[in-house]
């Protein structure tokens, strides 16, 4: 379960946050997690509440929210969205590459904002 240690290098980043705020209560994290980032929302959610059950972010919410999956053609530089969206290699509806498209958002996994006190 690699959600264990995503919501790990989350706390600890959010507990870098607080300490360099001098904040004492996380209210609101909000991760932003892309399609190709495979993260279970509902497998991170529970490893993050196992986590911070018995420290001073208990109760905290956490927000996330899917960023969906944007390819560039590298022929014809068309930016589309795959189908099945999940896919990294997809025919480009321009020209029909199928391979080479940069990702351009989709596999991204990062904390947008943290709502502190
Ligand atoms: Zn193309």
């Given at each position: 379960?690699?959600?264990?240690?995503?919501?790990?290098?989350l706390l600890a980043l959010i507990e870098d946050?607080?300490?360099k705020h001098g904040k004492e209560k996380l209210?609101?994290?909000?991760?932003?997690?892309?399609?190709?980032?495979?993260?279970?929302?509902?497998a991170l959610s529970m490893a993050f509440e196992?986590?911070?059950?018995?420290?001073?972010?208990?109760?905290?919410?956490?927000?996330?929210?899917?960023?969906?999956?944007?390819?560039?053609?590298?022929?014809?530089?068309?930016?589309?969205?795959?189908?099945?969206?999940?896919?990294?290699?997809?025919?480009?509806?321009?020209?029909?590459?199928?391979?080479?498209?940069?990702?351009?958002?989709?596999?991204?996994?990062?904390?947008?904002?943290?709502?502190?006190?």
């Amino acid at each position: 379960m690699h959600e264990l240690s995503i919501a790990q290098s989350l706390l600890a980043l959010i507990e870098d946050e607080m300490t360099k705020h001098g904040k004492e209560k996380l209210i609101t994290v909000k991760v932003r997690h892309g399609r190709l980032s495979s993260v279970v929302p509902e497998a991170l959610s529970m490893a993050f509440e196992v986590l911070t059950a018995d420290s001073r972010l208990a109760g905290a919410a956490l927000v996330m929210e899917e960023t969906p999956v944007l390819l560039r053609c590298r022929d014809c530089n068309r930016e589309f969205t795959p189908e099945p969206p999940t896919a990294a290699f997809a025919p480009c509806p321009g020209c029909g590459q199928e391979l080479g498209h940069t990702v351009v958002s989709g596999r991204e996994l990062y904390i947008e904002y943290l709502e502190l006190e």
